[in-house]
């Protein structure tokens, strides 16, 4: 079956104890999902790994890429499928040079076509750019038009992500852009519904769209 042309990227709330792996493994049973990003913050080296290691088992028991936010040594220490850099974390270069080849590292670009071309030619496997709509997750300082994924799509190969308050309701103007993927965060978590009828509602618009 071939997935859609673009495709949903999970990115985790701050908090993943209690019963946050219940509520990942109903968001995976909802629907397809390419790649989870673990983002936790401000906690030690091994409570990051006693939280992070039962979400990568989920994550490979439906297919799931496991992405780690930020932190080289944690994404290296549970082998994880790819790491997620920021501008101001551990270069692409001393990041590559650790993890190999085999993990997948994406760059936060931002709204800069500058700094997306470097990251590309760099030999980053996905650039994300954003955030393209007010979001809680994070502050919001870069604002990108969706022009900036019409412009990468015909320049690169290298796959786009679009972040920052993506919902049901908004997507569709990115997925026209060419978005491949669509990270998402609170609007997935952060329902009353549960996670399940969101990514159920994202999973018929990019069935639609493809």
Not at 22 to 34: R, T
Not at 143 to 167: C, H, K, N, R, Y
Not at 175 to 183: E, K, S, V, Y
Request: include cysteine; glycine fraction near 8%; aromatic fraction near 8%.
């Amino acid at each position: 079956m071939t997935p859609p042309s673009c495709q949903l990227y999970l990115i985790s709330p701050l908090d993943t104890g209690g019963d946050f792996p219940e509520k990942l493994q109903s968001a995976f049973e909802a629907g397809p999902v390419a790649a989870f990003q673990f983002r936790v913050k401000d906690i030690d080296p091994d409570t990051a790994a006693r939280l992070a290691e039962p979400l990568k088992a989920i994550c490979d028991t439906h297919d799931v890429a496991f992405v780690v936010n930020d932190d080289v040594a944690l994404a290296q220490r549970i082998e994880a499928d790819g790491l997620h850099l920021g501008q101001s974390d551990a270069g692409l270069k001393e990041a590559r040079a650790l993890l190999g080849d085999k993990v997948q590292i994406g760059i936060t670009c931002h709204d800069s076509r500058h700094l997306a071309m470097e990251a590309g030619e760099g030999g980053a496997n996905y650039v994300a750019f954003g955030a393209f709509f007010p979001t809680e997750t994070k502050e919001t300082i870069y604002q990108p038009g969706v022009d900036i994924l019409q412009w990468w799509s015909t320049m690169m190969e290298i796959p786009s992500v679009a972040i920052g308050g993506i919902t049901p309701d908004n997507c569709q103007p990115l997925i026209a852009a060419g978005a491949d993927f669509l990270a998402v965060s609170g609007s997935v978590w952060k329902t009353p519904d549960g996670p399940a009828k969101t990514v159920r509602q994202f999973t018929d618009i990019l069935s639609n769209a493809s």
